[in-house]
């Protein structure tokens, strides 16, 4: 094992400072990044042809066998959609997991009755973090219609407002809006939104339909698109309290002129997207405060240097909390190539564990806890220090508990940790290959011949994005676990337990309200 390069001050969260931007080539060519996870430490994307990639701070990018694509990915990037083959060698929506390269790619399938269009059945475009995929599919009158899959419930299709050809781009989070575009009868892709199953049609202050919808923040409030305002060529934003606005264009002077925006963070205050027309494109952001600008002056504002000869063409995504932009362009080979821009990283500093439970068996004959009546509410906290020992990069680290810090109270009773030789550790895994884990293995209690294990671990891999502890802020209820209950073992081999059942878990960094996204 070796020391992690995440170390830091408490106090420097505290203070407001955060780390410098930075900008990082994925030296991929021929890819186009399309995705990013929650705080940006996966990305995703495809190589133009065929081909599809998986990226990950720790590690850099790495092929996806089978794929001939990606289009997006949900929060935690479990998993990633696109296409992959069936047997007859037709393309289909697929996707596919952080242990793809242990198994062949999962395909999601096609429409009943369906046939082939040019040896395409279907494509998956995005998933929710319930897993469920949308995208769009062949039906069996031959049509090209927008879809919904969940494993249980199979592929459907989604309504049209028209029979024309449609497609579902892009999934909230929390599965209920989808978004895309459906044709009028005279062939224009206008925007709409399902909610819930039901569709409508996205318009602008004077009633006209506006162009595609692009992009869904995580519970719908916000959806981004293009083909609004002066002659349809800006990009939107639209949100229930302002409807469809416009929000800018910046022209190369081409009559082509057009923008998009292609991505949004959780709050709708950061906006990813191009604007121009074929390699004349920049890469552009929208915010509030400066409306639309281009990508490369937004970063020399903030002191985050672009290597020379880069020319930025596209802000395909952005990460949910706002830190971090993704898209492509033309490298300095002058290749078309994939880049991650880290606006800002969320300082090092301690983070608080909470887990709330009740107890579900008990025949502790000693200590404390001897007596505690089933039902009697539990808790347990705790503060990790950020500088863990790094197991596996990105996948597995091990945070010091502040001894001081911990508490285990059952009703009006309680104990604490003691120190041992190797800690104690509160460990964060991810991705391991796909499952994610909070783990503090049993460890001894300052009452003798006690000790405590919580071991808590989701074969679905939708817990975190990395080991990395800070930027978590996320609770967790017993769903999200394979095993929800943890221990307390009294006397030799643990032969006398009390098992408390999970109903909460909470990691939160300690300067979660004070930290700011671009500091």
């Not at 990639?53 to 959609?81: C, D, E, H, K, L």
């Not at 309290?241 to 190369?252: E, K």
């Not at 002056?297 to 995504?317: E, K, Q």
């Not at 404390?368 to 863990?388: H, K, N, Q, W």
Request: proline fraction near 5%; glycine fraction near 14%; aromatic fraction near 8%.
């Amino acid at each position: 094992m070796r020391v992690s390069v995440i170390a830091g001050l408490i106090g420097l969260g505290l203070s407001g400072a955060s780390a410098a931007g930075t900008f990082i080539s994925l030296d991929q060519p021929n890819s186009q990044l399309v995705s990013l996870s929650e705080h940006g430490r996966i990305g995703t994307g495809s190589y133009m042809g065929e081909g599809a990639f998986r990226w990950t701070r720790a590690n850099g990018a790495s092929q996806i066998a089978g794929y001939s694509s990606i289009n997006g990915m949900n929060s935690w990037g479990q998993p990633v959609v696109g296409q992959a083959a069936d047997a007859n060698q037709n393309l289909v929506a697929a996707v596919a997991y952080s242990n793809a390269q242990f198994f062949d790619p999962i395909l999601v399938g096609a429409l009943p009755g369906a046939q082939p269009m040019d040896g395409m059945l279907s494509a998956g475009y995005d998933s929710a973090d319930d897993g469920s995929v949308v995208g769009l599919a062949y039906n069996a009158a031959g049509d090209p219609v927008a879809f919904h899959w969940q494993a249980v419930t199979g592929m459907t299709e989604l309504p049209r407002l028209d029979q024309e050809a449609a497609r579902a781009n892009a999934i909230s989070r929390d599965g209920h809006v989808v978004i895309g575009w459906n044709d009028t009868d005279v062939g224009y892709r206008r925007g709409v939104k399902w909610v819930d199953g039901a569709i409508s049609e996205f318009l602008d202050a004077k009633g006209l339909q506006v162009g595609e919808a692009l992009a869904v923040n995580r519970d719908g409030s916000v959806i981004v698109g293009e083909g609004a305002g002066v002659d349809g060529k800006e990009a939107w934003r639209w949100t229930a309290a302002t409807g469809v606005q416009p929000i800018g264009m910046i022209g190369s002077g081409s009559f082509f002129d057009r923008a998009y925006a292609f991505g949004t963070s959780d709050d709708g205050n950061l906006i990813g997207g191009a604007s121009g027309a074929g390699w004349d494109r920049h890469a552009v952001v929208w915010t509030p405060e400066s409306g639309m600008v281009k990508l490369a002056d937004f970063l020399a504002a903030r002191d985050i240097t672009v290597p020379a000869g880069w020319r930025l063409n596209s802000v395909t995504a952005v990460s949910g909390d706002g830190r971090v932009l993704g898209g492509w362009g033309l490298d300095p080979n002058n290749a078309i190539n994939s880049f991650v821009v880290e606006l800002s990283r969320v300082p090092a500093q301690d983070a608080i564990l909470e887990a709330r439970g009740k107890v579900v068996w008990n025949d502790i004959a000693n200590g404390p806890f001897a007596g505690i009546a089933l039902e009697t509410p539990v808790v347990m906290s705790y503060r990790m220090t950020p500088d863990g020992l790094e197991i596996d990069p990105g996948s597995h680290m091990a945070y010091p508990i502040d001894i001081a810090s911990f508490r285990l109270q059952a009703g009006a009773a309680s104990d604490t940790l003691i120190e041992t030789p190797a800690g104690p550790l509160s460990r964060i895994a991810n991705d391991y290959p796909r499952s994610d884990g909070i783990h503090l293995f049993e460890t001894p209690l300052a009452t003798p011949g006690t000790a405590m294990e919580f071991e808590m671990f989701n074969p679905g891999g939708d817990l975190f994005d990395s080991a990395e502890l800070n930027g978590i802020n996320r609770t967790f209820g017993p769903e999200h676990f394979e095993k929800a209950s943890w221990f307390v073992f009294d006397g030799q081999g643990g032969e006398r337990s009390m098992m408390i059942q999970i109903e909460s878990i909470t990691i939160e960094d300690e300067c979660s309200i004070f930290c700011g996204r671009f500091e």
